[in-house]
């Protein structure tokens, strides 16, 4: 049996929707999983242990923070900036406070700067891997454990990166079920560390 030109038409236009519709659902984890293998747009890399290489040349990182313009903390680097050598283990801290009456979560998103060195910025363990979840007057310092790939210095464009700049940007969250809400009195400034 022959389709009419309109029923190929119709069939035509729902698998261009169906396409597309599929295409946008997609586009985003794999843009995300594209970032993570290649370091595009200064993407980080995850590790489980530190490299086994360490080099004689050191690196500065810098550290930057920032909040999305409806999340009420406070967030900053506890350190401006570090000198490693190239495959030392870093270890970093970042602060967070929620001045309000109310329990916030958060979750950080993060890049590198220049992006050429995102692929080498190794990181351990990070309060970014996970939502964090601040009680009202709770100040917390955040750890973040890393390293620079040696590797950096056989690539044509990273073995020019004298120092990189770690980013981090922290969101507003729905707070997780299991969040324990306290009185609407301040912990008083109480300080903990956050688990990574």
Known sequence: MSLTPKTKSVLSLVGVVAFMTVMAWSAVPFYNWFCKVTGYGGTTTTASVGSDEILDRTITI??????????????RPMQTKMDIRIGEVGLAFYEAYNPTDRVI??????????????NFFSKIACFCFTEQVLQPGQRVQMPVTFYVDPDIVEDADGKYVNSITLSYTFYETDLPEDAQV???????GQETTAVN
């Open 105 to 118: 979560a958060g979750s950080a998103t993060y890049n590198v700067a220049p992006f050429s060195a995102g």
């Open 182 to 188: 306290t009185s609407a009195d301040p912990l008083d």
């Open 62 to 75: 810098r550290f930057d923070a920032s909040l999305d313009r409806d999340m009420p903390w406070e967030f």
